[in-house]
């Protein structure tokens, strides 16, 4: 579980959230959408502890993230995996080298039980076989997935995904948003999905949170998307006529 | 005092501790270690031979120059390529280029990480960025450059040979007997301490600009002409503070 209490954050007189309180189930897909410039990305980065807030406080269960030391944020990364929206495979590594790169760093095991648990991880996401191969040599859809299998290799409590669909056609994203969502599904962890992929909200936001100016706008699940009444949240998913016409007509044959 | 600098000197010596904490794998350090070794030192021992073989060569016909029909004695020319060398010109010169060289590469590495949020996903599986990127390049400089100064001051004496012995302005056993007299040990001590001294310099100041680089392309090659501008200025600064220190 992951609980952000009353979170504020200011860059100067640039005030980028403004109170922001929400909790995220274990076991849930969790999504943080929003439009452009509404504070995903920092709120994303306070989650994780790459930031500080300026005020307010991240609970992961009973632990106050934003009065660990150093050292205690380090341990609690251990059980942290991350997706990033760039994918941030390490150039010069291969695939392998880059999934066995926490094992390398936390980990005593011997070199064929990382090599195992990479193939392991590899298989999770449909991508076995290609461990000698570069970032470079490999489609965007499979670094993201790469990205992931790199994510839950240490076999984290909390994944979180910035952006994972961004750059993909859209049945690669319907791919990766399915694997995620196993995923949490299958090792019961807390995931958070910063996005703004309209089928990542239908398909799998079992927990949704939308921003709006550095506030939370709209809170629930995917099912009250179609049937919501928040201004807001209307404005932000069915911003397209084909969508307001979709809905109408699914809530017509309703 | 342009107050740039000591928010940047503040910084820095706020951030140079967490260099130093405990590695969370040895191996995977040392690996590293290793790696960085062999990019600064082989990887710049072309470039030290070239420089060196000019810096031996044209000390030594400048003072050929210099001592002219001096009734100065022609083995001095040995002599005196010997201790320029020693002295300042391979650990100076040698870590100028260096700067150059080794510097900027590691301020565009370590800058390319945290553009393309590598330093952010090794932050997330707990690993201490600043440790692990900077620790290893800073033993591997320390170990290395000295190294290669003392390459580049043996290459400085055959450079300097080779333009008064082999052109025919001196014989063999001139600057042979230049070479081998007036020795003084304490010149090798105050080249490896400016080697140890400059390669700590150049270093630190290149691995700062890159770490804590922000923004775009533009911004990184900034953050790499910084690294060589300031570890040069840095450089000379500190040749002529032990210069002062250990030759008064």
């Given at each position: ?6 979170i504020f954050k200011s860059f100067?007189?640039?005030h980028v959230l ?21 504070g995903?990305?920092v709120l994303?980065?306070i989650?994780?502890?790459?930031m500080?807030p300026s005020e307010g ?157 550095g ?40 | ?248």
């Amino acid at each position: 579980m992951i609980r952000a209490e009353n979170i504020f954050k200011s860059f100067g007189d640039n005030h980028v959230l403004k109170g922001i309180d929400f909790t995220f189930e274990t076991g849930k897909t969790n999504l943080i959408i929003g439009k452009s410039g509404a504070g995903k990305t920092v709120l994303l980065k306070i989650l994780v502890g790459l930031m500080n807030p300026s005020e307010g406080h991240v609970w992961y269960h009973d632990r106050d993230l934003t009065q660990m030391s150093k050292e205690e944020t380090r341990e609690l990364r251990m059980d942290v995996g991350m997706l990033f929206q760039g994918n941030a495979l390490f150039d010069s590594m291969t695939v392998e080298e880059n999934i066995r790169f926490p094992l390398d760093m936390f980990t005593n095991r011997k070199l064929k039980e990382k090599v195992e648990r990479v193939n392991y991880c590899l298989e999770e996401v449909s991508l076995g076989g290609i461990n000698k191969k570069f970032p470079s040599e490999i489609s965007g859809g499979m670094q993201k997935r790469v990205g992931i299998a790199r994510a839950i290799v240490l076999e984290p409590k909390y994944l979180f995904c910035d952006e994972p669909n961004s750059g993909l056609d859209p049945k690669t994203a319907i791919k990766i948003d399915e694997l995620i969502s196993e995923i949490t599904k299958q090792h019961n962890i807390t995931t958070v999905i910063n996005t703004h992929d309209m089928n990542s909200v239908m398909e799998i936001g079992e927990k949704i949170c939308l921003l709006d100016a550095g506030k939370l706008a709209w809170e629930g699940g995917k099912e009250e998307v179609m049937n919501t009444t928040n201004k807001t949240l209307e404005d932000f998913i069915f911003a397209s006529p084909f969508l307001q016409r979709l809905r109408a007509r699914a809530l017509g044959s309703d | 005092m342009n107050p740039g600098f000591l928010y940047h000197f503040g910084k820095f010596v706020q951030w140079f501790p967490q260099i130093f904490s405990k590695p969370e794998n040895g191996r995977m350090y040392y690996k590293e270690v290793v790696r960085q070794m062999y990019d600064i030192g082989v990887g710049s021992l072309m470039i030290v031979f070239v420089i060196s073989i000019f810096i031996g060569a044209v000390t030594a016909i400048q003072f050929a120059y210099q001592l002219g029909n001096s009734f100065i004695p022609p083995y001095y020319i040995g002599y005196i390529v010997r201790d320029m060398a020693i002295i300042e010109l391979a650990p100076t010169f040698t870590c100028l280029v260096l700067a150059g060289k080794v510097g900027s590469n590691m301020a565009a590495e370590i800058g390319g990480m945290r553009q393309k949020e590598h330093i952010d996903a090794m932050e997330i599986m707990g690993v201490n960025t600043s440790s692990y990127l900077v620790m290893p390049k800073l033993i591997a400089a320390l170990i290395m450059i000295p190294v290669l100064v003392s390459i580049s001051a043996l290459i400085s004496n055959f450079g300097g040979y080779l333009a008064s012995v082999a052109t025919g302005y001196y014989s063999h056993s001139e600057y042979v007997q230049g070479l081998r007299s007036f020795f003084v040990p304490w010149n090798v001590v105050m080249m490896y301490v400016k080697a140890i001294s400059f390669a700590f310099i150049l270093t630190s100041v290149s691995c700062y600009q890159g770490y804590f680089v922000k923004g775009g392309s533009i911004e990184l090659g900034e953050a790499s002409t910084r690294a060589v501008v300031y570890s040069d200025i840095l450089i000379l600064i500190a040749d002529y503070i032990i210069a002062l220190v250990l030759t008064v």
